[in-house]
C-alpha cells in the first residue's frame, strides 16, 4: 500500500509539472503588451544551478553566473568540470539577444522572431518563447520559458536535438 501511494504522489506530481509546463502556451501575447508588464531588470550576480535531459540521462552542473545588461551573460560552471561560457554580443549572439531583449524590455527582436507567451500569477511572471518558421531559430529551438519576479529565476530551453536545459537562478541584482 505505501508503494502504491509514493507512485501515486510521483505520477500526479509528474502531471502538474508537466500541466503547469505547457500552460504558459495558452497566453498569447505580444512584445507590445508584455514589455508594459514586466519588470525592468538590472544586471545580476548569481549562483546557478543547471539540469540537462537528453534521453534518460540527466546531467547536473552549476556554478557562478554575471549578467550584465549591456553585454550579456557569462557562466562560470563549477562543478562538475570547470569552465566559462561567454554569451557576449560577439559570441552566442542568439541567445544573448534574447537575455538582452528581455531585461531592456526591448522585444522587437523577439516579435520578429518568436511568437510570444506572457502568464503572471502570485507575483510570478512568465514568459514563452516559440521560434516562427522564417526564424532561424525554428531549426534549433521547440520553445523557451522564462520565469522570475524581479529578476530571471529560471530559464528552460527546449531545443531539437540536445533535449531540455532548465536553469536556476539564486541572484543579488547590482
Same mark, same amino acid.
Given at each position: 500500500? !505505501? !508503494? =502504491? #501511494?509514493?507512485? #501515486?504522489?510521483?505520477?500526479?506530481?509528474?502531471?502538474n509539472?508537466?500541466?503547469? *509546463?505547457?500552460?504558459?502556451f495558452?497566453?498569447?501575447?505580444?512584445?507590445?503588451?508584455?514589455?508594459?508588464l514586466?519588470?525592468?531588470?538590472?544586471?545580476?550576480?548569481?549562483?546557478?544551478?543547471?539540469?540537462?535531459?537528453?534521453?534518460?540521462?540527466?546531467?547536473?552542473?552549476?556554478?557562478?553566473?554575471? =549578467?550584465?545588461?549591456?553585454k550579456?551573460?557569462?557562466?562560470e560552471? #563549477?562543478?562538475?568540470?570547470?569552465?566559462?561560457? *561567454?554569451?557576449? *554580443?560577439?559570441?552566442?549572439?542568439?541567445?544573448?539577444?534574447?537575455?538582452?531583449a528581455?531585461?531592456?524590455?526591448?522585444f522587437?527582436?523577439?516579435?520578429?522572431? =518568436?511568437?510570444?507567451?506572457?502568464?503572471?500569477?502570485?507575483?510570478?511572471?512568465?514568459?514563452?518563447?516559440?521560434?516562427?518558421?522564417?526564424?532561424?531559430?525554428?531549426s534549433q529551438?521547440?520553445d523557451?520559458?522564462?520565469?522570475?519576479?524581479?529578476?530571471i529565476?529560471?530559464?528552460?530551453?527546449?531545443?531539437?536535438?540536445?533535449?531540455?536545459?532548465?536553469?536556476? =537562478?539564486?541572484?543579488?541584482?547590482?
Open positions: 500500500m !505505501r !508503494r =502504491f #501511494l509514493v507512485l #501515486l504522489i510521483l505520477i500526479l506530481a509528474g502531471i509539472f508537466c500541466l503547469a *509546463s505547457d500552460d504558459i495558452n497566453h498569447p501575447s505580444t512584445g507590445k503588451q508584455v514589455s508594459k514586466m519588470p525592468r531588470l538590472k544586471d545580476a550576480a548569481c549562483k546557478f544551478e543547471q539540469e540537462k535531459y537528453i534521453g534518460d540521462a540527466v546531467l547536473k552542473s552549476g556554478g557562478n553566473f554575471k =549578467f550584465i545588461k549591456d550579456g551573460a557569462i557562466f560552471t #563549477l562543478y562538475p568540470i570547470k569552465s566559462t561560457v *561567454s554569451y557576449t *554580443s560577439s559570441q552566442n549572439k542568439q541567445i544573448n539577444d534574447i537575455m538582452v528581455i531585461s531592456n524590455n526591448n522587437t527582436y523577439l516579435d520578429k522572431n =518568436f511568437n510570444i507567451y506572457y502568464k503572471s500569477e502570485n507575483s510570478i511572471w512568465t514568459v514563452g518563447l516559440k521560434p516562427k518558421k522564417s526564424s532561424v531559430a525554428s529551438i521547440n523557451i520559458v522564462i520565469k522570475g519576479r524581479n529578476d529565476e529560471n530559464i528552460k530551453i527546449n531545443t531539437m536535438k540536445n533535449g531540455i536545459t532548465d536553469i536556476s =537562478f539564486k541572484c543579488t541584482t547590482n
